[in-house]
T-cell receptor
Framework: GNSVTQMEGPVTLSEEAFLTINCTYT??????LFWYVQYPGEGLQLLLK?????DKGSNKGFEATYRKETTSFHLEKGSVQVSDSAVYFC????????????FGRGTQLTVWP | GAVVSQHPSWVICKSGTSVKIECRSL??????MFWYRQFPKQSLMLMAT?????????EQGVEKDKFLINHASLTLSTLTVTSAHPEDSSFYIC????????????FGPGTRLTVT
């Protein structure tokens, strides 16, 4: 079946530190992979995505590469800002489902100035 | 583009009453809408999937008689929490899938329900 395992948080960093949030997945078929961000009291916003192996998704300085050999989609950012403080969700969309997303548990990121 | 709205953004109701939450796709036609529930500091739990004009498909363990979902048009889905109880207090999030352009899901801002 489809599932996502995400690094447990919370993660606390100083501004300008390097960020990595690990995400691995199990899927049947050829899934698409996503990172969503949720700011306090809000819904989810798509941060980036990758639809096939070796694709790199990027947005706002965040990057993640779809690694089929390691079934991973780790989120990275070279220099975090206070405004990046939020909850980050890794998700997959199975190739054989009708658009259903499978989410990881979420990782709370707090960045201190 | 691709904006999904939810109304209300927050609601407080008394135990035993019913509450309706609306989810609208503002600038695209949503062939499929999803309803999620999120507990504090936890991930999203898919409650049901609804396709326009047909009955919703509920996930295992979700009471369909308690959480009534209607997807009457390509831009509107509603979730009605019937006979609400304090344990129904939660953050409810909908998403809408654009069936014509890439099948992406777009999320609403969420509705905070508090049952007293």
């Amino acid at each position: 079946g489809n599932s996502v395992t995400q690094m447990e948080g919370p993660v606390t960093l100083s501004e300008e530190a390097f960020l990595t949030i690990n995400c691995t997945y199990t899927a049947t078929g050829y899934p698409s992979l996503f990172w969503y961000v949720q700011y306090p009291g809000e819904g989810l916003q798509l941060l980036l995505k990758a639809t096939k192996a070796d694709d790199k998704g990027s947005n706002k300085g965040f990057e993640a590469t779809y690694r089929k050999e390691t079934t991973s989609f780790h989120l990275e950012k070279g220099s975090v800002q206070v405004s990046d403080s939020a909850v980050y969700f890794c998700a997959l969309r199975g190739g054989s489902t009708l658009g259903r997303l499978y989410f990881g548990r979420g990782t709370q990121l707090t960045v201190w100035p | 583009g691709a904006v999904v709205s939810q109304h209300p953004s927050w609601v407080i109701c008394k135990s035993g009453t019913s509450v309706k939450i609306e989810c609208r796709s503002l600038d695209f036609q949503a062939t499929t809408m999803f309803w999620y529930r999120q507990f504090p500091k936890q991930s999203l739990m898919l409650m049901a999937t609804s396709n326009e004009g047909s009955k919703a498909t509920y996930e295992q363990g979700v009471e369909k008689d308690k959480f009534l979902i209607n997807h009457a048009s390509l831009t509107l889905s509603t979730l009605t929490v019937t006979s609400a109880h304090p344990e129904d207090s939660s953050f409810y999030i909908c998403s809408a899938r654009d069936g014509y352009w890439g099948y992406e899901q777009y999320f609403g801002p969420g509705t905070r329900l508090t049952v007293t």
